[in-house]
């Protein structure tokens, strides 16, 4: 995931993959970069806030783990997507 991160440094959706991989691994600090480098490519990636958001609920910042699932949330809603709501 992390070569394909960084051949298409450009592509938000791969930054998020690489970000999935390392919470998987553990690796909450590779991770954050990964989903934050996701949000910073594009800011309407429902997902990368999501998971950003959970990150927060394990370190116990919960004000900044809402403000990410709340911002998911609207992002989910303005595509009509009530599955992603869900997640």
Same mark, same amino acid.
């Given at each position: 995931?992390?070569?394909?991160?960084?051949?298409?440094?450009?592509?938000?959706?791969?930054?998020?993959? #690489? !970000? *999935?991989?390392?919470?998987?691994?553990?690796?909450? =600090?590779? @991770?954050?970069?990964?989903?934050?480098? /996701? +949000?910073? &490519?594009?800011?309407?990636?429902?997902?990368?806030?999501?998971? #950003? !958001? *959970?990150?927060?609920?394990?370190?116990?910042?919960? =004000?900044? @783990?809402?403000?990410?699932?709340?911002? /998911? +949330?609207? &992002?989910?809603?303005?595509?009509?997507?009530?599955?992603?709501?869900?997640?």
């Amino acid at each position: 995931y992390r070569q394909l991160a960084d051949r298409h440094a450009t592509e938000a959706v791969r930054h998020l993959d #690489l !970000g *999935v991989a390392l919470m998987a691994a553990e690796d909450r =600090a590779g @991770a954050r970069e990964a989903f934050t480098r /996701a +949000v910073t &490519l594009d800011a309407q990636l429902p997902a990368a806030h999501v998971r #950003l !958001g *959970v990150l927060d609920v394990q370190e116990g910042h919960t =004000a900044r @783990a809402f403000a990410s699932l709340d911002e /998911a +949330v609207r &992002l989910y809603r303005l595509a009509d997507n009530a599955e992603g709501e869900s997640e």
